[in-house]
């Protein structure tokens, strides 16, 4: 019996917090366009863990202007941070300053993503485009679910709405 809850435990907890593929977070990193693809990882403040997401041209210019790093120094630091699931070091006073934007914990968005990517995409985007009437909340954190399935989101740049963009190396 006790077998049988740890493998169900871990197919419920497995089912939302999927490792990141390394080619999706090459094709995420490498976009540095003013709306580029958003970024979902972990940073400490003040001792204390957030979940943030930033626009990968925003983090990019965070890093180079704090770290000197150049675009493939950034890259590898990212790839490395994000999959080793560590944390970004980040002073309270550059969150706002770099567009930093910490997610909350959204109960209807861990909810409807339990149940599977199909119906969570459907629930919230009418083909690619994100649905109206979300909280920020609520839509930071379906970036942030996104992300975890190694599902790229960005502003488009015309219409100013979020979309989903599917990757040469998006995993079905």
Do not use: P
Not at 124 to 129: A, E, K, L, R, T
């Amino acid at each position: 019996m006790k077998i049988f809850l740890m493998f169900f435990l871990f197919l419920m907890l497995g089912q939302n917090c999927r490792a990141i593929d390394e080619n999706f977070l090459d094709e995420v990193l490498s976009d540095s366009r003013r709306n580029s693809y958003f970024i979902s990882l972990k940073i400490v403040v003040n001792k204390q863990s957030k979940n943030v997401i930033i626009e990968n041209d925003d983090l990019f210019y965070y890093l180079f202007k704090t770290k000197e790093f150049n675009e493939k120094e950034y890259r590898l630091f990212l790839k490395k941070l994000i999959m080793n699931d560590s944390k970004l070091s980040v002073k309270e006073s550059e969150i706002e300053k770099w567009n930093f934007t910490i997610v909350s914990n959204v109960k209807s968005v861990s909810d409807l993503a339990s149940k599977g990517q199909n119906e969570f995409i459907s629930h919230y985007f009418d083909g690619q485009v994100l649905k109206d009437n979300l909280s920020e909340n609520e839509k930071n954190a379906v970036i942030e679910q996104l992300f975890k399935w190694n599902i790229a989101t960005n502003i488009d740049d015309e219409t100013g709405y979020l979309v989903l963009k599917k990757l040469s190396s998006k995993i079905e």
